[in-house]
């Protein structure tokens, strides 16, 4: 097992749409698990394989408090969608920023296991807010792209604040 190093916005490489997996190999069942232990390491529910620079559509998260409860999702879908919630996010590669995001309350999503099978279920509540999460880093998409443009000038402004402020250090 490996902690994986985090990508951090704005890095670019984060906008990438990820590729379908095509074959659940044995390097794709070792990665899922690195990528599970950097999401615990990190106090983390999801993490999207765009998020350690692997390029590959598939997902690990894990809702439950002891951290037993591991879900890996690859080629995950939404198929349906219903309702709206709003809900206070954070983001693994956005550090210290939380706002208010409004999705679908009830998804309809499929995926296939790291077995091959192809799994279809409904949710709602925070499994639904994550999955669409992690759908969205695979697709290249943040959740502070959700935010008035005035919340993300403010954003970058603190960002910039933040890296000067590194510089000086340095
Ligand atoms: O994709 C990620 O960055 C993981 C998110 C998943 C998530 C975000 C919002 C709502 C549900 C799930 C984090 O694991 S959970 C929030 C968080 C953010 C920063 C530090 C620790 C935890
Ligand atoms: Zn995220």
New binding site residues.
């Given amino acids: 097992m490996a902690k994986l190093e ?1 990508l951090h916005f704005p890095d670019d490489r984060l906008r990438q749409k990820a590729l379908p997996v095509d074959n659940i190999t044995d390097e794709i069942k070792r990665i899922a698990e690195d990528m599970l232990e950097t ?1 615990y390491d ?7 394989a765009t ?1 350690v620079n692997i390029q590959k559509r598939f ?1 690990v ?1 894990d809702l439950s408090e002891d951290k037993t409860e591991p879900l890996i999702l690859v080629n995950p879908e939404v198929m349906e969608k219903d309702g709206i919630e709003s ?1 206070r ?8 920023y ?1 706002d208010i ?1 409004e999705r679908a309350e009830f998804i309809k999503f499929q995926y296939q296991t790291l077995d091959g099978e192809t799994v279809i279920e409904e949710t709602g509540g ?1 499994l639904a ?2 999955v669409q ?2 759908i969205d ?1 695979l697709n290249g998409k943040l ?1 502070i792209d959700y935010l008035s443009p005035l919340k993300r000038q403010r954003l970058k402004k603190k960002l910039n604040k933040q890296e000067k402020l590194q510089h000086n250090v340095l």
């Fill in positions: 985090v999401m990190e106090g983390g529910i999801g993490l999207a998020q997902v998260i809900m996010e954070g983001c693994l590669s956005v550090p210290d939380f995001v925070l807010v994550c999460h992690e880093h959740f």
